[in-house]
T-cell receptor, first 111, second 115 residues
Framework: QKEVEQDPGPLSVPEGAIVSLNCTYSNSAFQYFMWYRQYSRKGPELLMYTYSSGNKEDGRFTAQVDKSSKYISLFIRDSQPSDSATYLCAMRGAGSYQLTFGKGTKLSVIP | DTAVSQTPKYLVTQMGNDKSIKCEQNLGHDTMYWYKQDSKKFLKIMFSYNNKELIINETVPNRFSPKSPDKAHLNLHINSLELGDSAVYFC??????????????FGSGTRLTVV
């Protein structure tokens, strides 16, 4: 079993839809959870960061972490064509340098 | 003003050649990384340096050698390039290894094609 599993998609939604992106993981030592957005031919950029379990909201984006289920989610409300990108989940343990990434989900928001 | 900059952006070279990729960050971060993103878009760590000291060296062929002349720079030299080395190589940095936070700041990537 891979450490981090993420459905690669592609996922196509109409503009204005609510998008749900998810990752599952197997390593219970992971404590820091991140979502990155990567536009085509660009580097990943940090979108959301969450420590341990709980929810975090930033504008149209909400990140959720359920450590008991080893499951994290990113919700995008009122999706826009500019949200079209690959979304990567990433996580690491306490005191660890290393981020472990999911494979990314490619999202297309159709006008 | 670019935070993490890599050069070159694109690199096309023949098998067997030796090439280098340079990375510089102006964020004052202590830790720098090289990641490889393969054709399936999977990002995998290769190396990490903290204050010029190597702290992560994943299972990478020894044809790959990182060098950190100072904490703002982390270069990657690749000897005897092979077809399978074709990928996008990303440099990244983070504040310091004890920071309980944030993630990394990534460069835009170097797209290496070996022919």
């Amino acid at each position: 079993q891979k450490e981090v599993e993420q459905d690669p998609g592609p996922l196509s939604v109409p503009e204005g839809a609510i998008v749900s992106l998810n990752c599952t993981y197997s390593n219970s030592a992971f404590q820091y959870f991140m979502w990155y957005r990567q536009y085509s031919r660009k580097g990943p950029e940090l979108l959301m960061y969450t420590y341990s379990s709980g929810n975090k909201e930033d504008g149209r984006f909400t990140a959720q972490v359920d450590k008991s289920s080893k499951y994290i989610s990113l919700f995008i409300r009122d999706s826009q064509p500019s949200d079209s990108a690959t979304y990567l989940c990433a996580m690491r343990g306490a005191g660890s340098y290393q981020l472990t990434f999911g494979k990314g989900t490619k999202l297309s928001v159709i006008p | 003003d670019t935070a993490v900059s890599q050069t070159p952006k694109y690199l096309v070279t023949q098998m067997g050649n030796d090439k280098s990729i340079k990375c510089e960050q102006n964020l004052g971060h202590d830790t720098m990384y090289w990641y490889k993103q393969d054709s399936k878009k999977f990002l995998k760590i290769m190396f990490s340096y903290n204050n010029k000291e190597l702290i992560i060296n994943e299972t990478v062929p020894n044809r790959f050698s990182p060098k950190s002349p100072d904490k703002a720079h982390l270069n990657l030299h690749i000897n005897s390039l092979e077809l399978g080395d074709s990928a996008v190589y990303f440099c990244a940095s983070s504040q310091n290894w004890e920071t309980r936070y944030y993630g990394y700041t990534f460069g835009s990537g170097t797209r290496l094609t070996v022919v």
